[in-house]
C-alpha cells in the first residue's frame, strides 16, 4: 500500500502537468495555418481556400488547397490545381496560369486546356465573362531614371536621376517603370496585346498595394474597369483622388466614370445582375482616412448614389453583391470590432432616400472578409484576439456564426486563452472610450501583474479584435502581461466625428485619451502600478516618443517601432504627402506653424526623457524613414538613458519575413523582462 502510495505521489504532478495548458509563443504563432479564400463555384455553393505553413526553418508558405461544401460543411483536400496557380472560377470552368500560359479546366482539374501564351510576366490576371478576352497588369519601363540608362557608357553605374517628386514609395524606389493594364484575345492570339494606359505615366493597378481588385470587365465583356491616379510627381505625392475609367475594348476609347468625384475612388464591383455597379468612395482629397462609403451607380443611365451616406460610420473593409442584386453587404468597425452590415441598395437610385443600414453580426470577434453567398447564409473571414482568421457561415435572418475551417484548433486547444475586456472609461473632456484589456491566461485577480500600453498606429485604423504575428496581444498576455488598448480619438467604429477629431491634433487630446486609459485600469489591485510599459508602432511609435517627454513618471519603459520622432524631417523623407498635408496641417515653413511641429513635435520634448525606451526600426521603410529611429536611439544615447536599437535593414513598415519575426518577439519580451 505503501508503495502505491509513493507511486501515486510521484505519477500525479506529472499527470497533472500534463493536463497544464501551454501558452503562446513567436514559433508557435509564426506557424499558424493561414487561411485564404481563393474563388467559389458560380452557383456559389462550392469554396476553394488554402491553407499556408510557414516553414520556421527556410521561411518559405507550403500551401494545402481545399473544396468546401457550403451546403453540409464537408472538406476535401485537392491538387486540382497542380504546378499552376489559381485565377478564378466561373462559368467557364477554372481558370490557373503557368508561366505565360493560361489554362482552363471545365472538369475540376482531370483535364487542362491552354487558351493563351501570352502572359510573359502578366500579374493580376483577370478573364472575361465570356471568356474571350484576358486583362492582366505588367510592369514596363517608361523613363529613364537610372544612370547607366541614362549614359550608355556607364553600365556599373548605381545613379539614380530623379527632377521631380514621387522618387519612392513604401519600400521601392522609383527606376522609371510603371504598372499598365493590358488586354489580349483568346481566341485570336495572333492579335496584338493591347495597353490601355499606352504612352500615359501612371500606375495601374495602385502602388504600393493594388492587385486585380483593381480592374474587372463589364458583364457584357466589352468594357475593362480600372483604378488609378492619373497624376504624377508632386502632384501625385499629395493627392488620394483616384478614379474608376471604362475602357471600351471595341474602339479603345476611355471614360472617367468618377470625373469629380476627389477622393478615394476603388474597388469596382458590378451587381450579380450586371445593371448597377459599387465602388467604396472618399469625397475629400488628400484625406486618407476619409468616411468610406459605398456608391453605386445605374450602368445604364449613369445615375449614382450613396447608400450609406446617412450612416455615421465608415466601412472599414470589403463588400460584396447579394446574389439577387438588391443588398450589399459589407464588414466595418463598430464599437471596437468589425461585424458584418448590410445596406439595401434601392431599384431607383433617383429616390435620394438614404436607406438604412443593418448590422448583422454581434460579438467579440472581427469579420475580415466576405467570401461567397448561398442562399441565406454568407461565408466569412473571422479573427479574435485569440485566434487567427478561421472561415465561418454566418445565417443572415439570425446573424449566428458556425466555424467551418478549423486550420489552428489542434493548436489552440494546447494553449490557454487569454480573456479580453471592453472597458469604457471617461476621458479628460467627458467623452466615453472604449478600451480593451487583455488579461493573462489563468488569470488570478489576487496577483499583481505588469502592464502594457498599446498605442495603435493608423492613426485613423480602427483597434478590434484583430490577429496579428507581430503585435499579438494573445503572445503578451501568455507572457504574463496585462494589455491596456484603448480606442482613442481617430479610430474608426465610433462615429465620424471621433475618428477625425485625430486630424491636426496628433499630440493633444489622443495624448490625454491614452493616459485616462492607463490611468483608469491602473486603479484596479492586479495592475502592477510600478511596472507600467507602453508600446506602439507607426503613429503608436510616435505616440511613444510623445509619451516619453509628458508621461510624468508614469511608465516604467518604452518601445517604439517605426515611430515617427521628429516631425520636420519625417515631413521632407516621407513620401505619401498628402498624409502629412491633411493630419499635420500643412509643411512646416508655412506661416503659422502647424503645432504639429512645435507643441505635437516629440523630439522637442527630449529633455524631458528619463526612462529606458527601445527603437525598432526598419532598413527599406519610406513611410517611416530610418532617421526617425536613429535620430531617436542616439538622443537616448547621448543623454545616458538605457536604449536598444533593433534595426531591420530588409523589413519595410511592416515585418514580413518568420526570421525577422522571431528576433522582433524575442527582443520585444527580453527588453521588456530586463526594464519592466
Not at 514559433?27 to 479564400?37: D, H, Q, R
Not at 481558370?95 to 486546356?113: H, N, Q, R, V
Not at 483597434?463 to 496585462?482: D, E
Not at 503613429?539 to 516619453?548: F, K, T
Request: glycine share 8%; proline share 4%.
Amino acid at each position: 500500500m505503501r508503495k502505491i502510495s509513493l507511486l501515486l505521489l510521484f505519477i500525479m504532478p506529472l499527470i497533472l502537468f500534463g493536463q497544464e495548458k501551454n501558452v503562446m509563443t513567436p514559433e508557435l504563432l509564426w506557424s499558424l495555418g493561414k487561411v485564404a479564400t481563393l474563388g467559389n463555384s458560380p452557383d456559389g455553393k462550392i469554396l476553394f481556400y488554402k491553407i499556408g505553413k510557414t516553414d520556421l526553418t527556410t521561411e518559405k508558405t507550403s500551401n494545402q488547397y481545399f473544396l468546401l461544401n457550403v451546403d453540409n460543411g464537408q472538406q476535401t483536400k485537392t491538387d486540382l490545381l497542380g504546378d499552376k496557380t489559381f485565377v478564378q472560377w466561373d462559368k467557364n470552368g477554372i481558370y490557373a496560369i503557368k508561366g505565360a500560359e493560361l489554362f482552363l479546366s471545365t472538369d475540376m482539374g482531370k483535364t487542362w486546356k491552354t487558351v493563351s501564351s501570352q502572359l510573359k510576366d502578366a500579374e493580376n490576371v483577370v478573364v472575361s465573362p465570356d471568356g474571350l478576352w484576358i486583362a492582366f497588369s505588367k510592369t514596363i519601363s517608361f523613363s529613364k531614371v537610372l544612370g547607366k540608362e541614362i549614359y550608355n557608357d556607364v553600365p556599373k553605374s548605381t545613379a539614380q536621376v530623379y527632377t521631380d517628386l514621387n522618387i519612392r514609395h513604401w519600400d521601392a524606389w522609383n527606376e522609371g517603370k510603371v504598372s499598365h493594364v493590358f488586354v489580349s484575345s483568346t481566341n485570336n492570339t495572333g492579335a496584338p496585346v493591347r495597353d490601355l494606359l499606352e504612352n500615359e505615366p501612371y500606375d495601374a493597378p495602385q502602388k504600393p498595394f493594388g492587385g486585380a481588385e483593381d480592374f474587372i470587365f463589364s458583364p457584357d465583356s466589352k468594357s475593362i474597369l480600372y483604378v488609378c491616379k492619373k497624376k504624377i510627381g508632386k502632384a501625385y505625392a499629395q493627392s488620394t483622388n483616384t478614379d474608376i475609367y471604362a475602357y471600351h475594348i471595341g474602339d479603345a476609347k476611355t471614360t472617367n466614370l468618377t470625373e469629380g468625384m476627389m477622393g478615394y475612388d476603388m474597388a469596382p464591383a458590378f451587381s450579380k445582375d450586371g445593371k448597377k455597379l459599387a465602388w467604396l468612395s472618399m469625397k475629400r482629397d488628400g484625406y486618407e482616412a476619409d468616411k468610406n462609403d459605398v456608391v453605386v451607380m445605374d450602368w445604364a443611365t449613369k445615375v449614382k448614389m450613396n447608400v450609406t451616406s446617412a450612416w455615421d460610420e465608415t466601412v472599414d473593409g470589403g463588400f460584396s453583391w447579394s446574389t439577387n442584386s438588391d443588398h450589399i453587404f459589407f464588414n466595418a468597425a463598430i464599437k471596437g470590432t468589425k461585424q458584418l452590415f448590410s445596406v439595401k441598395v434601392p431599384a431607383n437610385l433617383m429616390a435620394r432616400i438614404s436607406p438604412p443600414v443593418t448590422q448583422i453580426t454581434k460579438g467579440a470577434f472581427d469579420i475580415t472578409g466576405i467570401s461567397a453567398q448561398n442562399g441565406d447564409h454568407l461565408i466569412v473571414s473571422r479573427t479574435d484576439m485569440n485566434h487567427a482568421t478561421e472561415l465561418f457561415n454566418v445565417d443572415l435572418k439570425s446573424g449566428n456564426m458556425k466555424a467551418v475551417t478549423h486550420a489552428n484548433d489542434a493548436d489552440y486547444a494546447r494553449i490557454a486563452i487569454s480573456d479580453t475586456k471592453l472597458r469604457m472609461v471617461k476621458t479628460t473632456d467627458g467623452k466615453e472610450m472604449g478600451v480593451w484589456v487583455v488579461y493573462p491566461p489563468n488569470f488570478d485577480p489576487a496577483k499583481k501583474y505588469p502592464t502594457l500600453l498599446y498605442c495603435q498606429g493608423g492613426p485613423e485604423s480602427s483597434l478590434t479584435q484583430f490577429y496579428s504575428v507581430r503585435w499579438n496581444f494573445q503572445l503578451m498576455a501568455a507572457n504574463g502581461y496585462i494589455v491596456v488598448a484603448p480606442n482613442r480619438r481617430g479610430m474608426p467604429g465610433w462615429g465620424v466625428e471621433w475618428n477625425e477629431a485625430i486630424a491636426k491634433d496628433w499630440g493633444g487630446q489622443p495624448m490625454q485619451d491614452y493616459l485616462s486609459a492607463i490611468d483608469d485600469v491602473s486603479k484596479e489591485s492586479y495592475v502592477d502600478k510600478d511596472r507600467l510599459g507602453c508600446v506602439g508602432a507607426s503613429y503608436g511609435g510616435y505616440s511613444v516618443y510623445m509619451l516619453a517627454g509628458i508621461h510624468n513618471n508614469r511608465f516604467k519603459t518604452f518601445i517604439a517601432h517605426d515611430g515617427l520622432f521628429d516631425m520636420k524631417s519625417w515631413y521632407g523623407t516621407t513620401e505619401e504627402l498628402w498624409f502629412a498635408n491633411f493630419d499635420l496641417g500643412g509643411n512646416y515653413w508655412s506661416n503659422p506653424v502647424s503645432k504639429s511641429y512645435t507643441e505635437f513635435n516629440p523630439s522637442n520634448y527630449i529633455s524631458k526623457w528619463n526612462t529606458p525606451i527601445m527603437v525598432i526600426q526598419g532598413g527599406i521603410d519610406f513611410r517611416v524613414p530610418i532617421e526617425q529611429g536613429l535620430e531617436a536611439f542616439q538622443a537616448a544615447q547621448l543623454k545616458g538613458i538605457k536604449s536598444k536599437l533593433l534595426y531591420l535593414p530588409n523589413e519595410n513598415h511592416w515585418v514580413l519575413h518568420a526570421h525577422n519575426g522571431l528576433v522582433w518577439q524575442r527582443e520585444f519580451f527580453s527588453w521588456l523582462k530586463e526594464t519592466l
